[in-house]
């Protein structure tokens, strides 16, 4: 009995490894019959694995999606980058997921080796997040606009806009994209025949969803057109400054909130207030010039003769 319930583990460890494997591979990775592989693939398919099967000189067992989770193996780096994501989903900015990441990770560690759990806590108590507290976005939603955009499938939603209007919106979705802060949809807009950007937790989705259609090309990598339209939308004023320092220092210093960083150091950047700006730039600590608008050139030089007489 001991020697099956080993065979059983590393067969799904195999199973689990790659899309397909033939019978008689199988048998000699295990060092049993075929006859005995099929006798293994039928106490899986009991125990609630969906295993598929095809006969001929193509066929073999595939692994499938079942109508119940059944429990997964796991290596040890997988272990580990697992409850580290949950960690991090724990102080995440997806409504609902903060409980359930929590469950999941205290049943994790429970069946972890001692290695293991070592690893985990260290990362645990070397990390604090920082994540922003502002509004959440339900996993509902997420979930439901990454299987659109899977099977591309129109979005129909309402959408409550900067202005606080809420109206009906029908889209084709892209990507979702997320920003450190706030989760974001790239989608083509139908009624404006334009790509728009959308935050998540302003949609409330309709439901069905619209018929299938044809993905189209954006012009710009979903990241940079999402965070040139959040530039456009969220900074009262914007600006453009080039920055005097390597790119992989300036994204050193850099937040991915920031703005939008041009390969030649230029810098789309904004903020409620030219202070703001002024003051976010200074924090860089690289040089900088700015390139518009002129009033943050202006409140600069304002700024340098105050400063240089507050040093005497």
Known sequence: MLETSVRLLRLLALLQSRPDWPGPELADRLGVTTRTVRNDIERLRILGYRIHSATGTAGGYRLGAGAALPP?????????????????????????????????LTKLQQMLPS?????????????????????????????AVAAAIRDHERLRFDYRDHGGATGPRTAEPHRLVYTGRRWYLLAWDTGRADWR????????????????????????????????????????HPAR?????????ISEVLPPTAGLLHDDGVLETGGESLHNVAAFLGTLGVPFTVLDPPELRDLLRTLADRYREAAG
């Open 197 to 236: 950007t959308f935050r998540a937790d302003r949609m409330t989705l309709r439901t069905p969803n619209g018929p299938r259609f044809t993905p189209r090309t954006p012009p710009d990598d979903a990241a940079t057109h999402v965070v040139r339209g959040v530039a456009s939308t969220a900074w009262k």
């Open 241 to 249: 400054v080039r920055l005097h320092a390597p790119l992989d220092r």
């Open 72 to 104: 997964l193996i796991l290596d040890d780096e997988e272990a580990v980058a697992v409850a580290v994501s949950l960690h991090a989903a724990a102080a995440g900015t997806v409504t609902g997921l903060e409980e359930t990441s929590l469950r999941a």
């Open 115 to 143: 290695r293991l759990r070592h690893r985990i806590d260290a990362v645990g108590a070397a990390t604090v997040s920082v994540a922003g507290r502002g509004p959440t976005v339900d996993a509902a939603t997420l979930t």
